[in-house]
C-alpha cells in the first residue's frame, strides 16, 4: 500500500483545481493507493465525490500569512504526523511551491 497525502487549493469557482484533480487520478493508478486530500480553505461540494480514501480541510490562508504560509504549514504538518504519508504532494502554485519548501526538511 502506497499511501499518498495531497495538499489542493481550490480555483477562483469553489471547485478543487484541476492539477489536484490530475495528481488524484495518477495517485489511483498505484498499486493499493491510500489517498488522503488536504483542501485549503473551504471544502466544495464535489468532494464527496472524490475517489479517495479522506479529505481533510485546512483554513483558507489569512492575508496577513500570504507569502509565509506559517500557519498552514503548521496545520499540513500535524497532518502529515497523523496519516504518515509515503509521499507529500503540492499543487503547483505559490503556496504549493512555498509549502513544499517549508515542509520538505522535515519529512
Given at each position: 500500500?502506497?499511501?499518498?497525502?495531497?495538499?489542493?487549493?481550490?480555483?477562483?469557482?469553489?471547485?478543487?483545481?484541476?492539477?489536484?484533480?490530475?495528481?488524484?487520478?495518477?495517485?489511483?493508478?498505484?498499486?493499493?493507493?491510500?489517498?488522503?486530500?488536504?483542501?485549503?480553505?473551504?471544502?466544495?461540494?464535489?468532494?464527496?465525490?472524490?475517489?479517495?480514501?479522506?479529505?481533510?480541510?485546512?483554513?483558507?490562508?489569512?492575508?496577513?500569512?500570504?507569502g509565509i504560509y506559517?500557519?498552514?504549514?503548521?496545520?499540513i504538518f500535524q497532518?502529515?504526523?497523523?496519516?504518515?504519508?509515503?509521499?507529500?504532494?503540492?499543487?503547483?502554485?505559490?503556496?504549493?511551491?512555498?509549502?513544499?519548501?517549508?515542509?520538505?526538511?522535515?519529512?
Open positions: 500500500m502506497t499511501s499518498v497525502l495531497l495538499v489542493g487549493e481550490c480555483d477562483d469557482s469553489g471547485s478543487l483545481g484541476q492539477p489536484a484533480l490530475q495528481a488524484i487520478t495518477a495517485a489511483n493508478r498505484l498499486t493499493d493507493p491510500e489517498i488522503t486530500v488536504v483542501i485549503v480553505g473551504d471544502l466544495p461540494p464535489s468532494v464527496s465525490s472524490l475517489p479517495v480514501g479522506l479529505v481533510l480541510g485546512i483554513p483558507k490562508v489569512d492575508e496577513s500569512d500570504i506559517e500557519q498552514a504549514t503548521t496545520d497532518i502529515i504526523n497523523r496519516v504518515h504519508p509515503d509521499v507529500v504532494l503540492f499543487n503547483k502554485s505559490d503556496f504549493g511551491f512555498l509549502g513544499l519548501h517549508r515542509v520538505w526538511p522535515f519529512v
